[in-house]
Every structure is written in structure tokens, then in C-alpha cells.
């Protein structure tokens, strides 16, 4: 069978997605954007290099023309590099290529021993740019072949959906492709439905540049903070800009603070990803004067994301949501929210990969299995300075590994949700909880942190009648580890979404914690 239409047909199986680390600040900020003006990273690869990597590789030689061709038409230089690693589209490869088991078919790359480092363990990759690069795009011919019986050479050179977009007019894409959804509403259900309201988000940004967006706030090193009643000339501007994207909707041109600026002021923080307060902060000041062709960049970004996901997960009568940006995970039930909390994800140097899985099992004050990264990076460290570092930790020994013991001291908490992956990811309760009252939550190792376990355990099993929250207490606090096997299994879909249009119609931008729309923008609006 040929691949006919692997932008479409491809697009719907990649749900996963991972992205390289960014220097980050001690609060997993990233640094100043000046910092980190570097030349970009071009790495050359011609039909020369591509003939040496074929020799040494020979088992993937089938692949070679295709590769020529692709390499050729995309200006003879890497698909999957750039200054920071590894691009969000390669690691969304190789983490759908690692769940093939799942799909009934075997994972076995000819060169698993030289693709499993370049991701899992980036300083044991052994290979050059080059050929790490060509190694990946490989892996991609050999995933197309595997899950579609086949590769078309007309369409095999034309993968713009997987492979970075160079000189693509991302808006002449747009509305040559979706011309008929935007036409007739009865075509909406061929995309994830975000998409269109990213869409529409789009549409009155462009309208908002076209009328010349917004002014600059003036506010110096000796800015001070803004409370209601005080007067000063950068307020009459935060009116002025508050009021162009409608968060005030009349605009009095006073300069002084009332509380309609500060309530227009915190309906802005709250759909910007931010706590909301009684005064106007300098930090406040930067994100209002963030330019409006960069929110347009950035809706951009996340309606690419959204092409990257099957319409029919939404469909399903109950599902969990993770945005990661975020902070917050959702329960939907029957289409609506039944139960929201906020969430810890991991940091920038042990970032929470985005999947999707099966919620299968419920485990009561559960045992933490330390992962063999943390034993060799911590505990083995910690043991080194101090003897008695794993009775105060709670940590023993269990046949070659360490664990933690179940009880209010476990770094699990008292509750875990498993959702079987790859990964090892799970969602999981926490002693941290002053974590949660941090504005900007990625400090874990990699799993999600949950405010309210215990309530998302009452709602997972409220159907079955013998789990009372009576009984859910006493398995959380029995200091025994104990497992629940769910009657139906629950979605969980862990996604990134700097953008996103929520139930009410709001637009509502989050921090790029993980630093990902940055390539992910260059590579679908670069002309």
C-alpha cells in the first residue's frame, strides 16, 4: 500500500511530543531573550555524506533514495537539529516510534543500539550531527513503512507535517486547506475542534495588527507598583491597551486606578497564566507589552499543535487533560469540566513528555521505585556524604533498587494514578504542596504532581459504590500499599498548549515553560 496522504493520515497517529532543554534560571525561567542570539545551527548534508552513512549502515540502504531526495529538496542541510538539540517534530517521532508495541507491531530499528541514545541518553550519542540527523530521518522511512506498508517517492520528499517547515506561508496553507471548513460548519469535525478557535482567535489578532495593535507602555527602572489610587501616565496607556484586546470595555482615559482597571486588570492575568493581584506589577507591564505579532505567532504554533490530534479523543464520554503551560489538569466528563486542579510538571531539565494513555489503576499510599537516574545522580551522591542519608529519606533497598515507603513522607504522596506508557510518567499526590502556590509550577522530575489526589480519586470511583471517600481515606492513610484496578479505563491526554480558547470563548496565553514554540514558530512562519 502507498502513502497517498501522510500529512493527513500521519498527522492523526502523532500525539506525542518532547522538546530539548533551554538555559532556564534557577526558577525554570528562561533568560534573557539577548542571551541567547546564536547563529543558526547549519549543518551540512549532501549526497557525499549521505553515501558515507549508507555504507556504514547498510541495513537501512532501502531507505536511500528517499532520503536523497528529501535532503535535496530541503537545501541539503539538517531536518532535525537546531542551536538547542533535537526539534519538537523528532521527538515526537521517536516517542510514537518507542509505542509501537502498543500498536501490535515490533520496534526493532535495525540500529536500535544508535537511535535509542541520541534520545535517552543525549551524552552517550556517539554519532555526528550529520549522522545523527540522518539517523533520525531514517527511523522516520522506517516508522512510515512500518505503520503504512509502504512509502511513495512523490509523497515521501513532501512531509512538511513531520519535517521543519521551511518557507512555508503558514497563512496561505491555512486557508488553502480549511477554505471548505470555513465554508460549512459540518466540516469542523475533521479537526480537532481547538483549531477552529484558534482560528477564529487568529482572525481578530490580524484584525488588531492590521488597526496598528497596540502601544507601548512606558515603564522605567524606577516603576513603581500600581495600587488603586494612585495616579500616574503609564495607567492612562494600561487602559488604552487593556481596551484594544477587551478586557476593559470602556475606556475612560483616566490616569488614575480605579477598581474597573483593576478588575479589567485581573481578568487579564487570569487568562494569561497568572494569579491574579491588586496591583499593577512591572512584570505586568512586560507581558502587556508583549507585541501583538507574537500572540499572532504564538496562536499559530498552537493551531499546528492542534493538527497533531485526533478529533475523536474529544469525543469520549470521560477523559483527563493536562496542559502543561498551564499547570492544571481537567477532568471532562459528558463533554463538560467536572473537576479541575492544578498541577506540578516537570522542569526544564526533566521534562514531562506529552502522550497520551490509558488510566487503568488507582494505587493507595503506594511505594515510590526510585528511577535509576535519580539513584545515580542523588541518592548515590547523598550516601557519599552522609551514611545515614537513606534512613532519613525513607529510602531502602529492595533486591539491587531503592524505594521509599508508603506514608505522609513518600515523594508520591499518599495516592498515584497509572496510566502505562513508556515513559514511566503517572500523575501522583505530593508532600510539596506549597509548590502549588507558586505562579509557575515545573519543578518535578518528570511525573505530574496533583493538588487534589484525593478528590480525583472520589470522582474516578464514584461509580463504584463500595469506595466511599470513607474508605479512599483510609486505603491513602494505611501506610500499605494497596491497588485498584479501574472498571473502565480512563483516557489521560498530557498536552502543550501555550494558546488555547476555553469553554467560554476566552483566548488564553500561557508561558512556554518548556521553550518549545520558538522553533516550532520559525519553522511554520519562515519565509
Known amino acids: 500500500m502507498k502513502i497517498l496522504y501522510p500529512l493527513a493520515a500521519l498527522m492523526m497517529l502523532f500525539m506525542v511530543v518532547s522538546c530539548n532543554s533551554k538555559s532556564s534560571d534557577k526558577e525554570g525561567n528562561p533568560k534573557n531573550a539577548a542571551e541567547q542570539i546564536?547563529?543558526?545551527?547549519?549543518?551540512?548534508?549532501?549526497?557525499?555524506?549521505?553515501?558515507?552513512?549508507?555504507?556504514?549502515?547498510?541495513?537501512?540502504?532501502?531507505?536511500?533514495?528517499?532520503?536523497?531526495?528529501?535532503y535535496k529538496k530541503k537545501g541539503s542541510i539538517q531536518l532535525w537539529l537546531d542551536n538547542k538539540g533535537i526539534v519538537e517534530f523528532g521527538s515526537t517521532l521517536f516517542n510514537k516510534?518507542?509505542?509501537?508495541?502498543?500498536?501490535g507491531l515490533k520496534a526493532n530499528f535495525p540500529y536500535n543500539e544508535k537511535i535509542n541514545p541520541i534520545f535517552e541518553r543525549i551524552s552517550d550519542n556517539k554519532l555526528s550531527q550529520a549522522d545523527t540527523d540522518l539517523m533520525i530521518t531514517n527511523l522516520y522511512f522506517y516508522y512510515a513503512e512500518k505503520v503504512f506498508s509502504g512509502v511513495d517517492e512523490k509523497t515521501s520528499t513532501s512531509l512538511q507535517w513531520l519535517l521543519p517547515r521551511k518557507k512555508v506561508n503558514y497563512q496561505a496553507f491555512s486557508d488553502s486547506i480549511f477554505e471548505h471548513a470555513t465554508i460549512n460548519d459540518?466540516?469542523?469535525?475533521?479537526?480537532?475542534s481547538q483549531y477552529y478557535k484558534l482560528r477564529d482567535a487568529l482572525k481578530k489578532y490580524r484584525e488588531i495588527e492590521k488597526k496598528g495593535g497596540?502601544?507601548?507602555?512606558?515603564?522605567?527602572?524606577?516603576?513603581k507598583n500600581l495600587k488603586p489610587g494612585d495616579s500616574a501616565a503609564a495607567i492612562a496607556q494600561i487602559r488604552e491597551r487593556l481596551a484594544v484586546t477587551?478586557?476593559?470595555?470602556?475606556?475612560?482615559?483616566?490616569?488614575?486606578?480605579?477598581?474597573?482597571?483593576?478588575?479589567?486588570m485581573k481578568n487579564y492575568e487570569i487568562h494569561h497564566g497568572k494569579t491574579p493581584k491588586n496591583i499593577i506589577l512591572k512584570e505586568h507591564i512586560e507581558d502587556l507589552n508583549v507585541p501583538v505579532a507574537e500572540r499572532i505567532k504564538t496562536i499559530i504554533a498552537n493551531m499546528e499543535r492542534c493538527r497533531w490530534i485526533d478529533p475523536e479523543l474529544e469525543k469520549g464520554k470521560e477523559y483527563i487533560e493536562v496542559n502543561i503551560p498551564e499547570f492544571r489538569l481537567y477532568l471532562i466528563r459528558n463533554h463538560e469540566i467536572s473537576f479541575v486542579s492544578a498541577v506540578v510538571v516537570g522542569k526544564a531539565m526533566t521534562k514531562t513528555v506529552i502522550f497520551s494513555g490509558m488510566m487503568s489503576?488507582?494505587?493507595?499510599?503506594?511505594?515510590?521505585?526510585?528511577?535509576?537516574?535519580?539513584?545515580?545522580?542523588?541518592i548515590k551522591p547523598g550516601m557519599a556524604k552522609n551514611k545515614n542519608y537513606l534512613s532519613e529519606k525513607h529510602l531502602e533497598w529492595?533486591?539491587?533498587?531503592?524505594?521509599?515507603?508508603?506514608?505522609?513522607?513518600?515523594?508520591?504522596?499518599?495516592?498515584?494514578?497509572?496510566?502505562?506508557?513508556?515513559n514511566n510518567i503517572y500523575l501522583h499526590d505530593t508532600p510539596a504542596k506549597s509548590l502549588f502556590e507558586r505562579e509557575s509550577r515545573a519543578f518535578s522530575h518528570g511525573c505530574v504532581r496533583v493538588a487534589k489526589p484525593r478528590e480525583l480519586a472520589i470522582e474516578l470511583l464514584q461509580n463504584d459504590p463500595k469506595w466511599t471517600p470513607a474508605r479512599i481515606d483510609k486505603a491513602m492513610h494505611a501506610g500499605k500499599e494497596s491497588w485498584y484496578t479501574l472498571k473502565k479505563k480512563v483516557p489521560v491526554y498530557i498536552g502543550y498548549f501555550t494558546a488555547w480558547v476555553d469553554r467560554e470563548g476566552q483566548l488564553n496565553f500561557y508561558n512556554d515553560v518548556y521553550s518549545r514554540d520558538e522553533s516550532l514558530i520559525k519553522l511554520l512562519t519562515e519565509e
Not at 398 to 422: D, E, M
Open 398 to 422: 529492595n533486591n539491587g533498587a531503592v524505594r521509599q515507603a508508603p506514608g505522609v513522607n513518600n515523594s508520591l504522596g499518599l495516592v498515584k494514578f497509572l496510566f502505562p506508557n513508556s
Open 361 to 378: 489503576n488507582i494505587v493507595f499510599s503506594p511505594y515510590w521505585n526510585v528511577p535509576q537516574s535519580i539513584i545515580n545522580k542523588e
Open 186 to 192: 459540518d466540516n469542523k469535525s475533521k479537526m480537532f
Open 214 to 223: 497596540w502601544k507601548t507602555i512606558e515603564a522605567g527602572e524606577d516603576f
Open 97 to 103: 516510534y518507542k509505542g509501537l508495541e502498543e500498536e
Open 246 to 264: 477587551g478586557e476593559l470595555k470602556e475606556n475612560n482615559k483616566s490616569a488614575v486606578c480605579d477598581s474597573i482597571l483593576i478588575a479589567a
Open 38 to 70: 546564536v547563529p543558526e545551527l547549519k549543518i551540512p548534508i549532501d549526497s557525499v555524506a549521505i553515501s558515507k552513512f549508507y555504507q556504514t549502515y547498510p541495513k537501512l540502504v532501502k531507505f536511500q533514495g528517499d532520503v536523497l531526495a528529501l
